[in-house]
C-alpha cells in the first residue's frame, strides 16, 4: 500500500493493517467488514455521530462510553467493537473514515481484488451495481469491490476512483467544463 504524507492517513493505515492482521488471525476478516461498513453507513447517517468523532471538544472518557454505547446498540461485538473503544480511548476517532477506508483496500488485496469507489448521483440498482463491476474488471484486469456513495449535487453520471486513477462522467464536471469553455469564448 502507498504510504502518504498525510499524519491522519499514516494513522489510519496503521490502526486498519493492525485490524486486519487480527481478524485474519481470528479467521474473521468478513465479519469485521461487515461490521466497519455498519459502523460507516450510522456514521454517513448521523451528523451528531459525526460530531462526537470530529470534535476535540469531548473526553476520550466521554467517546469511549458514546463509541461502547452506540456499537452495543448496533450488535457490533466481538473484535470490532473492542477495535472501536481503542480508537476511542485512544483519542483517535477523527480517523475512523480513513481506517474503514484503508481496512477495506487491504481486504480487497488479500482476496485478490482491487477497492474502487464509486460516487452517483442516485442510487444504484444491483444490476448498474454488476454491470459497474463487470466494466471495471474489464479495465482493472481483476475482480472489483465497490463502495457506493451518493452525492445528489453530481446530477447525474459517475465518478469513479480505482487506485489512482478517476473516472468523472459527473454531468456537474461536464457543466463546469463547459462553463469554463464559455468564459474563455467570449
Known amino acids: ?10 494513522v489510519a493505515e496503521r490502526y486498519a493493517g493492525s485490524l486486519f492482521e487480527l481478524a485474519l488471525q481470528a479467521n474473521s476478516v468478513g465479519q469485521v467488514e461487515a461490521d466497519l461498513n455498519s459502523f460507516a453507513a450510522m456514521l ?5 455521530l459525526t460530531r462526537l468523532i470530529n470534535s476535540p471538544v469531548f473526553s476520550s472518557e466521554d467517546q469511549a462510553k458514546a463509541i461502547a454505547a452506540i456499537a452495543d446498540k448496533a450488535g ?16 483517535r476517532l477523527f480517523a475512523i473514515p480513513g481506517m474503514i ?8 488485496e488479500h482476496r485478490g481484488e482491487t477497492a474502487a469507489e464509486a ?3 442516485h442510487a444504484l440498482t444491483d444490476a448498474q451495481q454488476t454491470e459497474l463491476k463487470a466494466a471495471l474488471k474489464s479495465v482493472a484486469g481483476k475482480d472489483v469491490a465497490i463502495t457506493v456513495t451518493v452525492d445528489p449535487s453530481l446530477l447525474g453520471g459517475l465518478v469513479v ?3 489512482s486513477r478517476q473516472i468523472d462522467t459527473s454531468l456537474k464536471t461536464k457543466l ?3 462553463k469554463l469553455a464559455l468564459k474563455e469564448v467570449g
Open 44 to 48: 454517513e447517517g448521523s451528523s451528531d
Open 176 to 178: 463546469n467544463s463547459l
Open 119 to 121: 460516487t452517483s448521483a
Open 1 to 10: 500500500m502507498a504510504q502518504s504524507s498525510s499524519p491522519i492517513s499514516g
Open 101 to 108: 477506508k484503508a481496512f477495506r483496500q487491504i481486504a480487497a
Open 76 to 91: 457490533i461485538a466481538g473484535l470490532t467493537g473492542n477495535f472501536l473503544r481503542v480508537v476511542a480511548q485512544n483519542r
Open 161 to 163: 476512483k480505482i487506485g
